[in-house]
């Protein structure tokens, strides 16, 4: 006799984030029940079979090659047929679309979309010496990434750019949707809110980015600047931990040649 399944007591936000990644970085199988997910970060498998109550085990794909990843395989025909509903179909990289997902938990979907397909990148502006970020979702599905942007956009206030890119041994162009630094930080700052379930990696990464200086207290990708004094009060809140910058004034001598020559003040932050 057949073991009796176990529906997965799925809600709310938790429902909504791991819809997020199956959306991302899942599939759903032809049989009509069976949902994987796949990670390179065997860890985070763990997490989620212990957070979620999946008890599965983890296998593993291209064993000892550089495209090695782990994967979680369950059978859930109430979760599968409520992904079909909401839009997801199996074999969905280049045939994802438009998602009926609550504005009231898409936050939460775009967490689970971002730990899958999202990367946090940081690097120090060539100039000012401040340290600039860019959040980038990718998708093959161009269809999905331009709702995705513009319901970042509509329920998030913040504007992104798609770029497309016809990647080498590939038939089909990769979308990537980027963002810069301050709105990034709004993006994160609402997705990785406290207690929030999410990879581990991304989750420094979102507290190293809001605790990055802001520099910049307007920006034309954020259309409410209001938002810029929750920024300020969360950066208040962390006390500037993560960093100590004092403005040293240098004088510089004047030119070597040239009338009214004139000695130049510079501020270096340090």
Known sequence: ???????????????????????????????GRHINITSKDHKFLEKLNDYFKIACKIGIKNKEKINQAYFVDFSNKNLYEFLLSIGLTPNKSLNLKALDVPQEFFVDFLRGVIDGDGSLRSWLHPTN??????????????????????????????KGKIYSELRQNRNNFIYTLKYGKIAAKKILQDCYYKDAFALDRKIKLADKCLDSYRGWD???????????????????????KSRVRKDLWVQLPPPAQGKGRLAQLVRVSR
């Open 1 to 31: 006799m057949p073991q009796k399944r176990k529906d997965l007591k799925l809600q709310g936000p938790n429902l909504w984030y791991l819809i997020g990644l199956i959306t991302s970085d899942g599939c759903l199988s032809i049989d």
């Open 129 to 158: 010496l401040h340290e600039q970020w860019s959040l980038r979702i990718t998708s093959a599905s161009k269809i999905f990434i331009k709702w995705l942007s513009n319901k970042i956009e509509e329920y998030l206030g913040c």
């Open 218 to 240: 307007r920006s034309k990708t954020v259309l409410n600047n209001d938002i810029f004094a929750g920024v300020s009060k969360l950066e208040n809140e962390r006390d500037l």
